[in-house]
């Protein structure tokens, strides 16, 4: 445990020396960021979805914009980090780690996420300083978030999985983006019966329906569904990691590991 | 004489790629070893399969058959024995481009869990080692590719491996950064880790290798201490070079040895030896001596035949590498596995077409 904890504090280190040693690009990314939000809080139609189900709540509209990026960017982050590496030539040394390639990546992806927070809260706080907007941001809202974000990274290693197998994965990327749109805004917390089972099994699905409950209905945490969420993103973490596994194996079989 | 045990024992590895009539073996049984604080050059030419073999020793490509123990351990079956491996792998950069030569470093221990603090303090040593101190806060994008290099290597042994992995570690390298680089192998090998180096440039595998592993067609055709195998191909011809002239008298006696004459020069073969009739009684009454001794004794014969006239030279013709290396990977017919069967073959076929 002291030896991964070591390992999150290295990752840490490389991740935040690697994005400021040039702080152009990191200022280009704030900017970028900025604009790209305040355009989605200006109209607000395009991502929140339908005003029913998302509030109309400028704020609301703002929080959802940052949660579908931030599970965008982790589930791109593994693939995207494979890709890279294989590219400047240090994957191999990655895999040479006798904490297995798993845990490094997994690792890598809790450390670039904080990163991606610590942006994402700059341009956050830049755009509530122009609109005047109060972003409320009650700390139950950890729970469902959690279960989000263990369906995501399952995702994350599920993609990583195929660029490992397959290399080149740009275009899955692209299309999965319009994937996790359905399953970020899709109103899946309104619908009953079987199709209610059926989105508690699909990934990420049933946390989105909670956050929505608590962010733009002002509803409080459903236990129950919680519990659902929790099964849901520690199955989808599981699967992943596993089809991951699977994929450097066959990877290494394949004599592909390096390449691409 | 206490065990020693293998910092490397690989045994008969196979690997094949594709399916159906695109199958193809890239290593077909491969075995290999390394001591601790040996160096084996493992030589072959493109697409013979070294490659293949290093990564399958490092965990990152898994056999078809066969095994690998690195000390003892399995990298494929047990994750820790990666502890024990360092690779410089041909081809990549292995380094963080982005950070300094001591983050690099500091990074790369703690990925092969090391303390964070004992990394650091290893890193700085192996930096000055290196003479990259005053480096070591610049990014490793800007500095020469010789530095990379060094860093490169460096990064590979912070965690003190026992077996060190290096795939052309001197390839693109100015003389200068080259000639580091080999003594740094050189120090790396004497404090006890245990190196196996590919490379293309065999006088480099002739000066740091202690054994050479050499692999056509994904299969070892030689392997053995590089000295022995040098000097196994090394045809033994003295070179005599005088002044003056010599009488008849002189030059029919060192005729007589075997040896052949021009002008100021006199070639003396070692093949020549046992066919000649005349050097019987010689050959007999030492019959008991290595074959070197015989050698010499009509060496020095030749020499004191030529007495007083002066000497200019006298110089044994001795193979390097590079022809050892030709002779294994331009054999077009695959019917020797034993060089030094092979070799007797070709000294006995030089000595019939001679």
Same mark, same amino acid.
Request: charge should be positive; glycine fraction near 8%; aromatic fraction near 8%.
């Given at each position: 445990?002291? +030896?991964?904890?070591?390992?999150?504090?290295?990752? #840490?280190?490389?991740?935040?020396?690697?994005?400021?040693?040039?702080?152009?690009?990191?200022?280009?990314?704030?900017?970028?960021?900025?604009?790209?939000?305040?355009?989605?809080?200006?109209?607000?139609?395009?991502?929140?979805?339908?005003?029913?189900?998302?509030?109309?709540?400028?704020?609301?509209?703002?929080?959802?914009?940052?949660?579908?990026?931030?599970?965008?960017?982790?589930?791109?982050?593994?693939?995207?980090?494979? *890709?890279?590496?294989? *590219?400047?030539?240090?994957?191999?040394?990655?895999?040479?780690?006798?904490?297995?390639?798993?845990?490094?990546?997994?690792?890598?992806?809790?450390?670039?996420?904080?990163? !991606?927070?610590?942006?994402? %809260?700059?341009?956050?706080?830049?755009?509530?300083?122009?609109?005047?907007?109060?972003?409320?941001?009650?700390?139950?809202?950890?729970? @469902? #978030?959690?279960?989000?974000?263990?369906?995501?990274?399952?995702?994350?290693?599920?993609?990583?999985?195929?660029?490992?197998?397959?290399?080149?994965?740009?275009?899955?990327? =692209?299309?999965?983006?319009?994937?996790?749109?359905?399953?970020?805004?899709?109103?899946?917390?309104?619908?009953?019966?079987?199709?209610?089972?059926?989105?508690?099994?699909?990934?990420?699905?049933?946390?989105?329906?909670?956050?929505?409950?608590?962010?733009?209905?002002?509803?409080?945490?459903?236990?129950?569904?919680?519990?659902?969420?929790?099964? /849901?993103?520690?199955?989808?973490?599981?699967?992943?990691?596993?089809?991951?596994?699977?994929?450097?194996?066959?990877?290494?079989?394949?004599?592909?590991? %390096?390449?691409? | 004489?206490?065990?020693?045990?293998?910092?490397?024992?690989?045994?008969?590895?196979?690997?094949?790629?594709?399916?159906?009539?695109?199958?193809?073996?890239?290593?077909?049984?491969?075995?290999?070893?390394?001591?601790?604080?040996?160096?084996?050059?493992?030589?072959?030419?493109? %697409?013979?399969?070294?490659?293949?073999?290093?990564?399958?020793?490092?965990?990152?490509?898994?056999?078809?058959?066969?095994?690998?123990?690195?000390?003892?351990?399995?990298?494929?079956?047990?994750?820790?024995?990666?502890?024990?491996?360092?690779?410089?792998?041909?081809?990549? !950069?292995?380094?963080?481009? !982005?950070?300094?030569?001591?983050? /690099?470093?500091?990074?790369?221990?703690?990925?092969?869990?090391?303390?964070?603090?004992?990394?650091?303090?290893?890193?700085?040593?192996?930096?000055?080692?290196?003479?990259? $101190?005053?480096?070591?806060?610049?990014?490793?994008?800007?500095?020469?590719?010789?530095?990379?290099?060094?860093?490169?290597?460096?990064?590979?042994?912070?965690?003190?491996?026992?077996?060190?992995?290096?795939?052309? @570690?001197?390839? =693109?390298?100015?003389? $200068?950064?080259?000639?580091?680089?080999?003594?740094?192998? !050189?120090?790396?090998?004497?404090? %006890?880790?245990?190196?196996?180096?590919?490379?293309?440039?065999?006088?480099?595998?002739?000066?740091?290798?202690?054994?050479?592993?050499?692999?056509?067609?994904?299969?070892?055709?030689?392997?053995?201490?590089?000295?022995?195998?040098?000097?196994?191909?090394?045809?033994?011809?003295?070179?005599?070079?005088? +002044?003056?002239?010599?009488?008849?008298?002189?030059?029919?006696?060192?005729?007589?040895?075997?040896?052949?004459?021009?002008?100021?020069?006199?070639?003396?073969?070692?093949?020549?030896?046992?066919?000649?009739?005349?050097?019987?009684?010689?050959?007999?009454?030492?019959?008991?001596?290595?074959?070197?001794?015989?050698?010499?004794?009509?060496?020095?014969?030749?020499?004191?035949?030529?007495?007083?006239?002066?000497?200019? +030279?006298?110089?044994?013709?001795?193979?390097?590498?590079?022809?050892?290396?030709?002779?294994?990977?331009?054999?077009?017919?695959?019917?020797?596995? /034993? @060089?030094?069967?092979?070799?007797?073959?070709?000294?006995?076929?030089?000595?019939?077409?001679?």
């Amino acid at each position: 445990m002291a +030896e991964l904890t070591n390992l999150l504090i290295a990752e #840490l280190k490389r991740t935040w020396i690697q994005t400021l040693r040039y702080p152009s690009e990191v200022v280009g990314g704030v900017v970028i960021l900025t604009a790209v939000f305040y355009g989605i809080f200006l109209s607000t139609q395009y991502v929140a979805g339908p005003a029913s189900t998302f509030g109309d709540r400028l704020d609301a509209v703002v929080v959802g914009y940052v949660i579908w990026t931030l599970v965008l960017y982790i589930v791109n982050d593994i693939a995207n980090n494979l *890709q890279l590496e294989a *590219q400047t030539g240090t994957l191999e040394q990655v895999f040479l780690s006798p904490f297995g390639a798993s845990k490094v990546f997994l690792v890598r992806a809790i450390a670039s996420l904080s990163l !991606r927070i610590l942006l994402i %809260g700059i341009v956050l706080a830049i755009i509530i300083a122009i609109t005047g907007s109060q972003l409320a941001f009650p700390p139950i809202l950890l729970l @469902p #978030l959690a279960t989000l974000l263990l369906s995501a990274y399952g995702l994350a290693f599920f993609i990583g999985a195929f660029a490992l197998v397959l290399k080149k994965v740009q275009q899955v990327l =692209g299309l999965f983006q319009f994937v996790l749109l359905f399953l970020l805004a899709a109103p899946t917390e309104d619908l009953s019966g079987s199709a209610r089972i059926a989105a508690n099994l699909l990934p990420i699905l049933p946390s989105t329906g909670l956050l929505r409950d608590l962010m733009a209905k002002g509803e409080g945490l459903n236990w129950q569904e919680w519990l659902v969420a929790l099964a /849901n993103g520690l199955i989808y973490f599981a699967l992943g990691i596993l089809v991951f596994r699977w994929a450097e194996s066959r990877a290494k079989r394949q004599g592909s590991l %390096g390449g691409y | 004489m206490g065990f020693k045990m293998l910092a490397l024992e690989s045994h008969n590895l196979r690997k094949s790629y594709g399916r159906g009539k695109r199958r193809f073996e890239a290593v077909r049984g491969v075995s290999l070893s390394i001591l601790p604080g040996q160096v084996l050059a493992f030589l072959g030419p493109n %697409g013979a399969g070294k490659t293949t073999t290093i990564k399958m020793i490092a965990g990152l490509i898994r056999p078809d058959a066969g095994w690998v123990k690195i000390s003892g351990a399995d990298p494929h079956r047990q994750p820790q024995a990666l502890k024990g491996v360092g690779a410089v792998l041909e081809g990549n !950069r292995n380094l963080y481009w !982005r950070l300094t030569p001591l983050e /690099n470093l500091e990074y790369f221990g703690v990925l092969r869990q090391m303390p964070r603090q004992a990394a650091k303090v290893r890193a700085k040593a192996l930096l000055a080692a290196f003479g990259l $101190e005053d480096k070591r806060q610049v990014p490793v994008q800007k500095l020469s590719r010789g530095m990379q290099q060094k860093i490169a290597i460096a990064a590979a042994l912070i965690h003190e491996p026992q077996l060190l992995l290096l795939d052309e @570690p001197t390839l =693109g390298l100015d003389v $200068e950064s080259g000639e580091t680089v080999k003594e740094f192998v !050189r120090q790396v090998a004497a404090s %006890g880790c245990a190196i196996l180096l590919t490379t293309h440039q065999l006088n480099v595998a002739e000066e740091l290798s202690d054994r050479v592993a050499i692999i056509r067609q994904g299969e070892i055709v030689a392997e053995q201490s590089t000295q022995a195998l040098i000097k196994q191909f090394s045809k033994g011809t003295y070179r005599i070079e005088f +002044e003056g002239a010599l009488s008849e008298a002189q030059r029919s006696a060192i005729a007589a040895l075997g040896a052949t004459l021009s002008d100021h020069h006199i070639h003396y073969s070692l093949d020549s030896l046992d066919s000649l009739d005349s050097l019987d009684s010689l050959a007999a009454k030492s019959s008991d001596q290595t074959s070197s001794h015989r050698h010499s004794a009509i060496l020095y014969k030749i020499l004191s035949l030529l007495d007083p006239l002066p000497l200019v +030279e006298v110089r044994q013709d001795r193979a390097d590498l590079t022809d050892v290396f030709l002779q294994f990977t331009q054999n077009k017919d695959n019917s020797f596995s /034993n @060089p030094q069967q092979e070799a007797s073959t070709r000294q006995k076929k030089d000595k019939k077409d001679g």
